[in-house]
């Protein structure tokens, strides 16, 4: 497609479990973002994928969150053992000169 | 924590008038940009004014960028019910990371 892709749109999980989130970038754009925006609150950053560099990780707030980046390409967003305080929207999205964002994933943990 | 902060935080304007949010910055950038939230999730790129820009226009829009403030400034002209939006400024840090923080927004009523 022409735009960013997330999947699933909304996930409702239980407190404990492990979510993997996804997000196809727009193809040839080389950088990545995962955000995550609570209700009516901003963007809070996450993690930033540039190419073959390392990411810059600064964003995770716990240990339980990770992130990968296979092939330069999809990218997915793994929260493990969720807590409800991680019920939120995340976003993606990818970058060439100005950032398209994907319509993000609705997580409700229950 | 978050490097750009919206200033208002609401903004409540008649249609046909302007609309002016502010957002100020920490830290050196390489290019500061602006972005519309509706509501729902999705996020659209309006405008990106590089560092060495001051000013830049996009139809309704214009933008200003003072680095010495670390500041930039978003005007709507003749706004719309349809601009009824969250706003908010993204900046990319001056070193080679580019990682792009957002502000917390302005939220934009525009009344019919």
């Known amino acids: 497609g022409a735009g960013v892709s997330q999947s699933p749109s909304n996930k409702v999980t239980e407190k404990g479990k492990d979510v993997e989130l996804r997000c196809d970038p727009i193809s040839g754009h080389t950088a990545l973002y995962w955000y995550r925006q609570s209700l009516g609150q901003g963007l809070e950053f996450l993690i930033y994928?540039?190419?073959?560099?390392?990411?810059?990780k600064s964003g995770l707030p716990s240990d339980r969150f990770s992130a990968e980046r296979t092939g330069g390409s999809v990218s997915t967003l793994t929260i493990q053992r969720t807590q409800q305080e991680d019920s939120a929207v995340y976003l993606c999205a990818s970058s060439l000169n100005g950032a398209f964002f994907g319509q993000g994933t609705r997580l409700t943990v229950v | 924590s978050q490097q750009g902060e919206e200033d208002p935080q609401a903004l409540s304007i008649q249609e046909g008038e302007n609309a002016t949010m502010n957002c100020s910055y920490k830290t050196s950038i390489n290019n500061l940009q602006w972005y519309r939230q509706n509501s729902g999730r999705g996020l659209v790129h309006l405008i990106l004014i590089r560092s060495n820009e001051r000013e830049k226009h996009s139809g309704r829009l214009r933008v200003t960028l003072d680095t010495s403030k670390k500041s930039s400034s978003l005007l709507i002209t003749a706004s719309r019910a349809a601009d009824t939006a969250s706003y908010f400024c993204?900046?990319?840090?001056?070193?080679?990371?580019?990682?792009?923080?957002f502000g917390s927004g302005t939220r934009l009523l525009v009344r019919p």
């Open positions: 993204a900046t990319a840090a001056a070193d080679s990371s580019y990682k792009l923080i």
């Open positions: 994928f540039q190419g073959n560099s390392a990411p810059d």
